[in-house]
């Protein structure tokens, strides 16, 4: 179709990093068009062993990248009158019963979706929409590393609590939801 898409490899909870990836795509391409923030990590730590820098690590991750990378792109996606900002989110930020272990992912993926709630009121009215896919027991990289990790009886006691709140009975695999993400791209 002519469109230019790239892709690089960065450690979100750099910010200068983050910040210096952000200044070369925007030299590069004057800019972005859609910006797919699809980057999480969590350790599975139960609040009385969280390690002392984890929860910055998380945010800085499943967050803080998420307001920072915005910040550069926004400017040209305003310029345009188009834009797309689309961020993966979780159900744990709405569970009616909290998982286990997850503090930090949860609440950073709760301020994630009032990120793209507060990009849509702030830039919509310049043709740039966000939108925040909440998004259930899905089998990424992470979980499976997650479970990997786990001990038999508390990997299949996460298993089964995950389950149990998903209206699929089953974990769904990123692959289905290429397709929502295309259609609010």
């Known amino acids: 179709t002519g469109s230019k898409v790239s892709w690089c490899q960065l450690d979100l909870s750099d910010r200068e990093q983050t910040a210096?990836?952000?200044g070369q795509l925007i030299k590069e391409y004057s800019g972005i068009d859609i910006l797919v923030g699809?980057?999480?990590?969590d350790g599975f730590q139960p609040i009385e062993q969280i390690v002392e820098d984890y929860p910055d690590r998380v945010l800085m991750v499943n967050l803080t990248a998420n307001i920072t990378l915005p910040k550069h792109f926004l400017p040209y996606m305003r310029q345009n009158t188009w834009g797309r900002v689309i961020f993966c989110s979780?159900?744990?930020?709405?569970?009616?019963s909290a998982q286990e272990g997850m503090t930090a992912y949860a609440a950073s993926k709760s301020a994630l979706s009032s990120v793209?709630?507060?990009?849509?009121?702030?830039?919509?009215?310049?043709?740039?929409?966000?939108?925040?896919?909440?998004?259930g027991a899905c089998?990424?990289?992470?979980?499976?590393?997650?479970?990997?990790?786990?001990?038999?009886?508390?990997?299949?006691g996460l298993t089964q609590s995950m389950l149990s709140q998903n209206a699929l009975g089953r974990f769904a695999s990123p692959a289905e939801f290429e397709g929502v993400v295309q259609l609010l791209a």
């Not at 699809?38 to 990590?41: F, Q, V």
């Not at 507060?118 to 998004?135: H, K, M, P, Q, Y």
């Not at 992470?142 to 038999?152: A, K, P, V």
């Open 20 to 22: 210096a990836i952000a």
């Open 38 to 41: 699809n980057a999480g990590i």
């Open 139 to 156: 089998l990424t990289d992470m979980l499976s590393g997650i479970l990997d990790r786990l001990e038999t009886e508390q990997r299949e």
């Open 116 to 135: 793209a709630r507060t990009i849509a009121f702030e830039a919509g009215r310049d043709g740039v929409t966000a939108n925040s896919l909440v998004i």
């Open 90 to 96: 979780s159900i744990n930020e709405r569970l009616v």
